[in-house]
Structures are given as C-alpha cells and as structure tokens.
C-alpha cells in the first residue's frame, strides 16, 4: 500500500471542502441500479442471531488460500446461483448484498490493520471488535487471530453468514480450537465469535454491546466506558449515498466511547452509484462528532483508487 502523496491529511484536521456547504450529499437521491428512485427498496429481513451451528451443509463450499503480503488466510467460495438464484449478480438490492463477493477492499483492510498493528497504532488483544457487511469476514478472522476478546459479524443476509463466514472462521480457526455446537464459537480459544444478520437501520437492537441511541446516547462524556465495541471494520460498504446515514448512525450506537475506532476501506469514488469515502465522510464532518485520518491507499491502475480511513470521537 502506498502512502496518499495526493492530499497528506494530518489526524483531525483533514477537512474534504473549504466549507461543507459547498458540496452535501444528497440523502434521498436514487442510483441507477443500486438504489432505483422510482422504486421503494423492498422491507428488509428481520433480524437474527445466526447460530454457529447453522452452517449450511446443502451448499458447496471450497477452500482457496489468500497471500496477503506475507499473511495467509483461508477464504471460502460459494456460487450465488446455490445460494439466493442468482447468476452474475453482485447486488440485488433488499435481497442480497454482495456478500459472496470477495472486495478488494476487504484485503486492503486486513493489510492495514496488520500494518497498523506490527506499527504500534493498534492493539486487538482483548478488544470487543464488530465487523460489519462482513461477506467473507477476513477482517474479523484477522482480529480474532490478534486475540480479540470478543468479535460479532454482522452481514445482511443470514445466508451469507451461514454458507461463508462461518465456515470461513472454521477453516482459519487453530485446530486446537473445536467447533461450538452453541451460539459462540472461536477461532483463538479465548475469543468469542458471533454472527448477527439484518439491516444497519435495525441490526443495533440485537447487537450485544449496541449502547444507545443516536438521539440519546453521550458520546462526549465517556460516561459509559465499557459498552460498545472497541473497534468496528467494514470494507466496501459505502457503495451508495442512500445508506450513509442508517451506517453511520449505528457507528455511533454502537461504537465504544470515547476510546472505540473505526477502519474503514473502500473506494474513493464509487462512479455511477454516488458513493465513495469522501462522500461519507463529508457526513461525519457535518456531524462534528468524530475525527479522521487516512491510513492507506491504493492506487493500482487496475480499478477505482481505494482507501482506508480511522475514525475516532473527538
């Protein structure tokens, strides 16, 4: 990954517009295919707990390695035409997400926190970590190799948790470490491991450590050290504008005060669809909450420059 040589924001100061009324974006505006303005977005599923046990043995599901600068993880692939009926489809919007998909960003969020980490910048060890729209879960399976007390998956489709994530947390897991036949299960014997489906605007209200409510929890205080999650991931999830404010709003819910961060790593720009870092993070300087700072990007000539960004509260 190379160093962003295009703006070099310091922590905290980085600011995306000489003044965030210069460019907004627009909340309500509808997508093309991700989000059609002309159609209501179906009603989301409920959400579950998803047992460890309920992995699905009616779908094929291989194993392939995955080199990740030295690192080697093991990560599943299963057809979208077994699993939801769809073929060559990376998003249905309301019915399925994109969670089969390996990202781009979701490796560059595993070489970051790995960076971050042999660097001194953070310490998973003991940490109550959440990842959210985790598809595959690499990032997650990096922090309970890290030793993370506790680490929750969140997707929005119980399927992709039950056909993937899970078994990729199986097949990472030290063989030392035996396969729960409860809703806890590891992939370090002291970390426990859960897995969670449905929609940013509601998943808060089964999470474990969630502590309130956007209007009414205190985020300045630190008055309640020890709920919310210490550090909460999410790659590529920022593909389009009309999610923004369901994810940010559970950041906040659930993200631990006043220590918690969060790694985040997608595109720049999502051309076509709205979405992008910089647009969601123009959300969070509005907010005036949270400071930011880039830790990585990339910039390959093969695709959309990529990101990685922390967040912090103020």
């Not at 056909?163 to 370090?188: F, G």
């Not at 969070?284 to 990101?307: H, I």
Request: charged letters at 20%.
């Amino acid at each position: 990954m190379a160093a962003n040589s295009e703006e070099n924001p310091s922590p905290g100061s980085f600011r995306l517009f000489s003044s965030l009324s210069d460019e907004k974006p627009n909340l309500n505006l509808g997508f093309g295919f991700f989000d059609p303005s002309n159609e209501p977005r179906p009603s989301p599923p409920p959400c579950v707990e998803v047992l460890s046990s309920e992995v699905s043995s009616s779908v094929k599901y291989t194993v392939e390695p995955v080199n990740l600068d030295g690192l080697t993880l093991l990560k599943g692939r299963v057809r979208t035409r077994e699993v939801f009926a769809l073929s060559n489809s990376d998003l249905v919007p309301g019915k399925y997400e994109g969670g089969l998909k390996l990202w781009e960003g979701s490796l560059d969020l595993v070489k970051a926190l790995r960076s971050e980490v042999v660097n001194g910048n953070l310490a998973l060890k003991g940490k109550r970590v959440l990842e959210l729209g985790c598809g595959h879960g690499l990032p997650g399976i990096f922090a309970c190799l890290e030793g993370a007390a506790a680490v929750h998956f969140q997707d929005f489709n119980a399927e992709v948790l039950q056909c993937l994530t899970i078994p990729n947390v199986n097949a990472n897991r030290p063989k030392r470490a035996q396969p729960s036949e409860t809703n806890v299960t590891s992939c370090d014997t002291e970390s426990e491991v859960r897995f969670f489906a449905g929609d940013w605007s509601e998943i808060d209200k089964i999470l474990p450590h969630e502590h309130g409510t956007g209007d009414n929890a205190d985020f300045s205080s630190g008055c309640n050290p020890v709920s919310g999650y210490d550090v909460i991931l999410m790659a590529e999830t920022l593909y389009s504008i009309c999610v923004f404010q369901n994810l940010y709003e559970l950041i906040k819910k659930c993200m631990s005060s006043p220590h918690g961060l969060v790694y985040m790593a997608a595109k720049k720009h999502y051309f076509g669809v709205g979405g992008g870092t910089r647009r969601f993070l123009s959300v969070v300087e509005k907010d005036g909450l949270m400071d930011f700072s880039m830790v990585a990007e990339v910039a390959d000539g093969s695709s959309n420059v990529r990101e990685v960004w922390k967040l912090s509260f103020k």
